[in-house]
């Protein structure tokens, strides 16, 4: 009987597994948190246009530094509005299924953030869960939010053992969250490469931008082939974002809307992990209302409604074994 049991459960794991690897119907992600003019965390949410939201940064942390974390105007650091008022804000995204994430790192200009060895890494892990992952009160009130981010522009050492830190969190506290990385898309990878190599990232927002050589800036094919590469590069159970700016302000490589959604987006959805578009950033996007004119076409196939029941139901039965 308990063999039986437990056959039943390897049987049920394996197709969870196969309907969950990508269960959605994809997307796009978007970095809020550095412009006070971008509206409010709720506004953001309430548009209907996100599956992700990145809560843009604590950027700084590591080897002895005490940690910070700058939303712009938004909150703290002089502002009016405390960011544990943040909340009730990131409850209701996440009432609405969207991910909130906790983006770590930034532009070096304006960051201070390294580690220093894997003793490091792992107190910075027991950080990041404890103040935001956990439940427990936090700089952002208490609230579980649905995961980390990696944007790393700086040194390669030790990302690689914070991933696994933080996966040993995720794998012995019964509470699932989503590791992020957004590497810059030359390869070999900049500052991620280990990291990305533990495959431990659910998701990876590739930066086809500020790099000539395998952005728009070098034209359409230059931009598809890195995108082969990286399809070939990360495991097919991470899912692949196109990273883009939202307007020709937000980064070097902006694509036109219309050549997005005729020549990029029909290749990039031929990989069996793309998942949508990653923007930077919610201010530009709100100025150049660039998800409006790209949403309906970022989504990947229409899946029936009976997929995620099926997958609800096979997750409750595994749950309950």
């Avoid at 309430?46 to 938004?74: C, D, E, M, Q």
């Avoid at 909340?87 to 991910?99: D, H, L, N, T, V």
Wanted: proline letters at 5%.
């Amino acid at each position: 009987m308990a063999s039986q049991r437990l056959a039943s459960i390897i049987l049920l794991l394996s197709l969870f597994t196969i309907s969950s690897s990508h269960p959605d119907n994809g997307g796009i992600a978007v970095y809020w948190g550095q412009d006070g003019r971008e509206g409010d965390l709720v506004t953001a949410c309430n548009s209907g246009k996100y599956k992700i939201v990145l809560l843009a940064f604590l950027n700084k942390f590591g080897a002895g530094r005490t940690p910070a974390w700058n939303f712009a105007g938004h909150c703290d650091n002089g502002a009016w509005k405390k960011c544990t008022e943040l909340e009730p804000e990131i409850k209701q995204c996440q009432a609405k299924g969207i991910r909130v994430l906790l983006s770590i790192g930034g532009a070096p200009d304006y960051s201070s953030y390294s580690l220093s060895s894997p003793e490091d890494a792992k107190e910075v892990a027991n950080y990041l869960y404890e103040n935001f992952l956990s439940g427990q009160y936090g700089p952002l009130g208490s609230v579980a939010l649905d995961g980390i981010d990696f944007d790393i522009e700086v040194t390669e050492d030790h990302w690689d053992d914070l991933a696994r830190e933080l996966d040993f969190f995720r794998r012995t506290t019964g509470r699932y969250f989503y590791l992020s990385a957004a590497p810059q898309c030359p390869i070999p990878i900049y500052y991620l490469g280990k990291a990305i190599a533990t495959k431990l990232f659910d998701y990876i927002f590739v930066q086809f931008y500020n790099n000539p050589s395998c952005s728009y800036v070098s034209g359409t094919n230059a931009l598809l082939n890195s995108w082969d590469k990286w399809v070939d590069l990360v495991p097919s159970n991470n899912s692949l974002f196109v990273g883009l700016p939202a307007a020709s302000s937000a980064g070097n490589g902006f694509i036109p809307a219309e050549v997005l959604n005729g020549q990029v987006l029909p290749h990039a959805k031929q990989a069996s992990n793309y998942e949508g578009v990653m923007l930077w950033d919610r201010y530009r996007d709100v100025q150049n209302g660039y998800s409006d004119k790209i949403h309906s076409n970022v989504i990947k196939s229409k899946l029936p409604a009976s997929v995620g029941s099926v997958s609800d139901g096979i997750y409750q039965s595994v749950y309950k074994a």
